[in-house]
């Protein structure tokens, strides 16, 4: 796409977060889109497009009052909200429509109006992993690691460090729902999920939504809100089936996906002030860190029990407290999407001062899809 | 079996060959006619050329220990056995095939990553029968 063409100028999570037994999934999406509306002054009647996974965009845009000429279903995970930033891009440019609108809800914690998880018993994954007792997340997506700590030498105290490190700033955000310090020690005796994975290093299951809306660039300025431009966008898928990914200590949906970001955007690394990778688990940080080309094989661990990725570290790293402290519905790109908004507007409660350019990349199923979103504020 | 309550596995037309080898008392693979890549999970055609010509043939059945969880939180029939292990098998012909290990503490120690593992079939209805692995020469 053509870099700072299209901008975020409506932005908002849901008005509670966490645990609301209250409201259904529809109504999470609804309760985010009406925010993001007010956001930027808009009514319903003002947008013309609609995308969101989980949820039909159809059921979505009714219940919302919309009639849009541009729908988009994508839904490959947790990062198709980054999937839907990238193709609402791409549809504005091409006057698909003018005023897109991406919305999340999920009753991740109550299941109000929420479906019912696992695979069909013909599909793949219901005949090649579920009758081997794989029982959701927890104990899938983190099966690649022992590999990767073999070959890569990754200990189980980095690997702790991640979810200490994002306490950190979870610390920071009165909305994290976790925010009491914890040390390596704390993590490594937690709980344990699934061997070499303790509760600490898996993320929260919480109640929530988000929601976005982008128009062009040029029509940004008449915004009340500070534009956040798209710089470049990039979007890719492995496999299904954690079991079938080509190598077990990198994501190549991570690479493909980031690489083309990186290339729109035309930027260095050196050129990020701040970066959200999805972090549904421990390791996915450390796996990203690698595969976008923030450090080399083998290297992430180092860099973040360096303290480079904490506050006042060289590379702020999932400021909210990402899903292991922040909140977890089960779709999180949104959120990592929201932070990088908040800082590129300036208003994080962990504000990376001067921040330019940040950038949400997202996972999709376990290492089954990617996104990224590179963003600025500048013009 | 009768009050055997963990997911079974229900074929489709393209993976019944397999399940039938399973039943066998045989780990079938495909292979492709054209260019030889060996194909799984199976499927009537080849992934890296596109052929539409692909054979099954026997595979050895051995493999070793590619990377695994030992799994806390049992999924739903499984609770009699946690913690159990969640293990991918690399096959000597290539494919990783998700898998339980048996025969084996379900221990960090005695699971050590890249041992040779060989398989065995485990009957868990009238038609199908699970490949699971256990150290070789066990
Ligand atoms: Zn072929």
């Known amino acids: ?379 | 079996m009768a009050d055997y309550r963990k997911p079974i596995p229900q074929p489709t037309p393209e993976t019944q060959p397999f399940w039938d080898g399973t039943k066998a008392g045989e780990l079938r693979l495909q292979r492709c006619d054209a260019c030889s890549n060996v194909i799984f999970p199976p499927r009537p055609f080849c992934p890296r050329c596109a052929s539409r010509s692909v054979s099954w043939f026997k595979a050895t059945g051995k493999g070793k220990l590619w990377s695994y969880v030992i799994n806390h939180r049992p999924a739903p029939g499984f609770e009699q056995e946690a913690p159990y292990a969640i293990a991918v098998v690399k096959l000597d012909e290539g494919p990783h095939m998700m898998t339980n290990i048996v025969d084996c503490p379900q221990t960090p120690e005695a699971l050590q990553l890249d041992m040779a593992m060989e398989v065995v079939f485990q009957p868990v209805s009238e038609t199908i029968s699970l490949p699971k692995f256990r150290p070789a020469g066990a």
Request: hydrophobic share 40%; charged share 15%.
């Open chain 1, 1 to 379: 796409m053509k870099q700072k063409s299209v901008a975020i100028v409506g932005a908002a999570e849901t008005t509670q977060m966490g645990i609301i037994p209250d409201m259904s999934v529809i109504e999470l999406h609804a309760d985010a889109a009406l925010n993001a509306m007010a956001d930027c002054g808009l009514k319903p009647s003002d947008i013309d497009g609609v995308a969101t996974a989980g949820e039909s965009p159809v059921a979505v845009a009714h219940h919302l009052g919309i009639t849009p000429t541009y729908v988009d279903g994508t839904s490959v995970g947790g990062c198709s909200f980054m999937l839907h930033v990238r193709h609402a891009a791409a549809a504005i440019n091409e006057g698909l429509a003018t005023t897109v609108l991406i919305t999340h809800g999920e009753s991740g914690r109550s299941r109000v109006g929420a479906g019912r998880f696992g695979p069909a018993a013909a599909s793949l994954q219901g005949q090649f992993e579920a009758p081997y007792g794989a029982s959701g997340p927890p104990s899938m997506f983190t099966i690649p690691v022992l590999r990767y700590m073999k070959e890569l030498g990754l200990t189980h105290e980095q690997l702790a460090m991640v979810a200490v490190v994002q306490r950190e700033w979870a610390g920071m955000n009165p909305r994290a729902s976790f925010r009491d310090p914890i040390t390596v020690e704390d993590v490594l005796n937690s709980r344990m999920i699934a061997y070499p994975f303790r509760l600490l290093e898996c993320c929260l299951v919480t109640d929530g939504g988000g929601a976005l809306i982008l128009t062009s660039a040029s029509r940004a300025k008449d915004f009340p809100t500070k534009p956040v431009y798209i710089l470049g966008t990039g979007e890719s898928t492995e496999t299904p089936m954690v079991s079938q990914m080509e190598d077990f200590t990198s994501s190549k949906a991570f690479r493909v996906s980031g690489k083309k970001a990186f290339d729109e955007a035309g930027i260095s690394h050196a050129d990020v002030d701040h970066l959200m990778i999805y972090d549904a688990f421990a390791h996915l940080p450390i796996y990203a860190l690698e595969d976008l080309g923030f450090c080399k094989r083998g290297e992430a661990a180092g860099f973040i029990w360096e303290g480079n990725t904490r506050p006042g570290g060289k590379l702020p790293l999932n400021t909210n407290g990402g899903g292991l402290s922040y909140m977890h519905s089960g779709m999180y790109g949104m959120y990592a999407l929201q932070e990088s908004v908040r800082q590129l507007r300036g208003t994080a409660p962990a504000q990376v001062p001067g921040a330019k350019i940040s950038i949400s990349h997202g996972v999709g199923g376990m290492f089954a899809a990617s996104g990224t979103i590179i963003m600025t504020n500048e013009k």
